[in-house]
């Protein structure tokens, strides 16, 4: 089964970018449907975007509070799928978390279409 680990979680200031990186391991990690989910604090977990690994087609979340500024990506070679966050907000503080569908064709953004998740890493927009 697949694995997935997060990573480039940091505290930053409002109006900075940040790029986190999902590293996934394991069989076949293309045949997958990935997306990223976020847990503010004191609320559920959160679709931002999902992306199918074959052809690099991605969903976003419809989120007045995330349009325009997330861009989700993979790398085929390096089996890693990115979300760049641009024009960071105190609200978008959280724990952020690769997800990974046995869909290929997944692009849900549905928590329980995900039976796979990282550890998540920590999103802190401070001044």
């Known amino acids: 089964q697949v694995q997935l680990s997060e990573s480039g979680g940091a505290l930053v200031q409002p109006g900075a970018s940040l790029t986190l990186s999902c590293e996934t391991s394991?069989?076949?990690?293309?045949?997958?449907?990935m997306a990223w989910f976020r847990r503010p604090p004191g609320k559920d977990r959160q679709f931002v975007a999902s992306?199918?690994?074959?052809?690099?087609?991605?969903?976003?979340s419809n989120s007045n509070s995330m349009k325009g500024r997330f861009t989700i990506s993979r790398d085929n070679a390096k089996n890693t799928v990115a979300l760049q966050m641009n024009s960071l907000k105190p609200e978008d503080t959280g724990v952020y978390y690769c997800?990974?569908?046995?869909?290929?064709?997944?692009?849900?953004?549905?928590?329980?279409?995900?039976?796979?998740w990282g550890q998540g890493t920590q999103v802190t927009v401070s001044s």
């Open positions: 997800a990974a569908s046995a869909n290929p064709w997944s692009l849900s953004s549905v928590r329980r279409a995900y039976a796979y």
């Open positions: 394991g069989p076949t990690t293309d045949s997958y449907g």
């Open positions: 992306i199918r690994w074959s052809s690099g087609t991605a969903y976003y």
